[in-house]
């Protein structure tokens, strides 16, 4: 039986990202799931400094919180070291930030990289339409996306936002008709991509969804 090892920059359980993968996935594999910041009682006292350390997560998939980047980074190898304890024969780092080097992270997928490759491989030029969780992540996230040839336009949108929400912020981002579309956060839905997909009319890439694929590919 194959095991899937999730490290999530918040606390686990995250029934709703495993979910995701589980449905992805050979019926028998084995999900583990395990949070950077597990066994603190004070998330809220690790804000984040500025945007550029600013990370959005889901609390167990109930609340929404903006935590600090350093503080993730600090914790990720020995989360990486517990889960390969526990047996997992892949692992994954369940957010779509660009990391810089961390112990351990060596053969771990990153779905920031899987994304980019696949935007890459998708729209050589073109227009680019970003969502992102925060306003004060625009700047950026949207410079972590630049590539010679390609035009950004983001807008923010935090992962709970209610439909009415979703279709706003997707009408906002129509305007500037972007050739496809990348929704920057592994807390976003199957739901809010299908708004998406049909008030802009534009291939739209769902991190949570297109990381499942690889580690299919992972751990066939």
């Known amino acids: 039986m194959a095991a899937l090892g999730i490290a999530v920059i918040g606390q686990g359980p995250r029934d709703d990202i495993a979910a995701v993968f589980a449905s992805a996935l050979a019926t028998n594999t084995r999900i583990i799931v395990r949070g950077c910041l597990d066994g603190l009682s004070d998330v809220d006292g690790l804000p984040p400094r500025d945007g550029d350390d600013t990370l959005y997560?889901?609390?167990?998939?109930?609340?929404?919180?903006?935590?600090?980047?350093?503080?993730?980074?600090e914790r990720a190898p020995e989360t990486l070291d517990a889960l390969r304890r526990d047996g997992a024969d892949a692992l994954l780092f369940a957010c779509t930030g660009a990391f810089p080097p961390m112990r351990g992270d060596v053969g771990v997928v990153f779905p920031s990289r899987v994304l980019a490759a696949l935007a890459a491989g998708l729209l050589a030029t073109g227009r680019l339409g970003l969502l992102v969780?925060?306003?004060?992540?625009?700047?950026?996230?949207?410079?972590?996306?630049?590539?010679p040839g390609i035009q950004i336009a983001a807008e923010a949108l935090l992962p709970s936002a209610s439909a009415d929400e979703a279709e706003a912020a997707a009408t906002r981002l129509a305007i500037h008709r972007p050739h496809l579309v990348a929704m920057d956060c592994m807390s976003y839905t199957p739901e809010?991509?299908?708004?998406?997909?049909?008030?802009?009319?534009?291939?739209?890439?769902?991190?949570?969804?297109?990381?499942?694929r690889v580690l299919q590919e992972v751990l066939a």
């Open 57 to 73: 997560t889901r609390l167990r998939g109930e609340r929404d919180v903006k935590i600090s980047k350093a503080a993730v980074i």
């Open 133 to 147: 969780p925060a306003p004060e992540q625009i700047r950026k996230l949207a410079r972590k996306w630049e590539r």
């Open 192 to 212: 809010t991509r299908a708004i998406l997909r049909r008030v802009i009319a534009a291939p739209t890439l769902l991190a949570v969804s297109a990381t499942a």
